[in-house]
């Protein structure tokens, strides 16, 4: 390759010196200056312009400064200004566009790819108006997004749309292991997420879609940890319910690299398992949790309890679902925490 590159440049100093009869020390000058405006080219090319649904969320904040440090330019797409500009204040986020819903149109075009994570969470107590706001936060803001990416010539309409789904569309099962090919469950979450993703899939063709179905994401400052860590704190941890049911987990910095890679990556496309290798039991998960926090892990949390506080939702922790990654490792992506007991020991460190 270098030969080539090296015959190439040579052959072109010595037909244009001998054509134009450009003096050596000018050509030589305007060659440097060339190879200097490629390669600045060339940077310029390998940055992005992403615009980010639920930026202002527990995996979004992370994104954004993970694009913001490789000096990509990051568009918050919000509903609530004063919330963006909390989270992310100019004096720290000089770069970052904040825009309301009427400037999305104008945020996405232009954009090089659209990053999806927007909907209410659903660790909380499950009344009628609590599930319809869980289904219609996520579906009417996918609905606009991909909308909005549909109305825009090809000139400007972005390349890739990264959209957010959950591993909650496979049901649940203590026997069964799912990856992208198991089929969907049949109960309330799954009935979310195939109309979540059946949005999504109505983007243009011509758009490379990723969906990337995520389990529990695990982090320090948000997430289950950050309603687990206060319960051992005070010597109250354990098992939740039986402690049987799967826990299919991902380690917040590995989520995030799968969505960046994503991103970048053309390979990456259709739906991809947003989980670590090695799902657990909750049990087991606990335990190395009270073994990271120096505090007993034996005091299970009964079903009726979580029921009490929870009420349907307590179905999220109470059972769960055994979620390989099937799609990522065939892609080659490096999980950086593969097993939950050192993910455990990285956050809590």
């Given at each position: ?33 060339l ?14 312009i992403?615009s ?13 400064q ?7 330019t ?14 992310f ?146 010597f ?38 947003g ?71 990285a956050?809590?460190?």
């Amino acid at each position: 390759m270098e030969f080539h590159r090296a015959t190439a440049l040579s052959w072109t100093h010595t037909t244009i010196s001998t054509t134009l009869h450009i003096p050596q020390p000018l050509l030589r000058f305007e060659t440097k200056r060339l190879r200097i405006c490629c390669a600045t080219d060339q940077t310029k090319e390998n940055k992005m312009i992403v615009s980010i649904t639920g930026a202002t969320g527990f995996i979004g904040k992370r994104l954004v400064q993970r694009l913001q440090a490789d000096n990509h330019t990051v568009r918050v797409l919000t509903r609530s200004r004063t919330k963006a500009e909390s989270i992310f204040p100019a004096r720290e986020f000089p770069s970052i566009r904040i825009a309301e819903e009427v400037e999305w149109k104008d945020c996405i075009q232009g954009s090089d790819g659209v990053v999806n994570l927007a909907g209410l969470p659903i660790s909380t107590r499950w009344s009628s108006e609590v599930k319809k706001e869980i289904k219609t936060s996520r579906i009417g803001v996918t609905s606009k997004i991909v909308e909005l990416i549909n109305r825009l010539p090809d000139g400007v309409r972005p390349t890739v749309f990264v959209s957010a789904t959950a591993v909650g569309y496979y049901g649940t099962s203590e026997t069964q292991v799912f990856d992208e090919n198991s089929p969907s469950g049949n109960d309330y979450l799954a009935e979310v997420c195939r109309e979540w993703e059946g949005t999504a899939l109505k983007v243009n063709k011509d758009v490379r879609l990723a969906l990337i179905r995520i389990g529990v994401v695990l982090g320090k400052d948000g997430g289950a940890l950050a309603k687990m860590i206060p319960l051992f704190k005070m010597f109250a941890g354990g098992p939740l319910g039986s402690g049987n049911q799967w826990f299919s987990w991902i380690h917040l910095d590995d989520i995030v690299n799968l969505i960046y890679e994503a991103l970048t990556n053309p390979s990456y496309k259709g739906v991809i398992n947003g989980t670590a290798p090695n799902p657990v039991r909750l049990s087991e998960m606990c335990s190395h949790l009270g073994n990271a926090m120096g505090r007993p892990s034996w005091l299970p949390v009964p079903d009726f309890a979580l029921k009490a506080v929870l009420g349907e939702g307590a179905a999220v922790v109470l059972e769960g679902q055994r979620v390989v990654p099937t799609k990522a490792k065939e892609l080659g992506f490096n999980f950086k925490y593969s097993y939950v007991k050192e993910a455990l020991k990285a956050i809590l460190s």
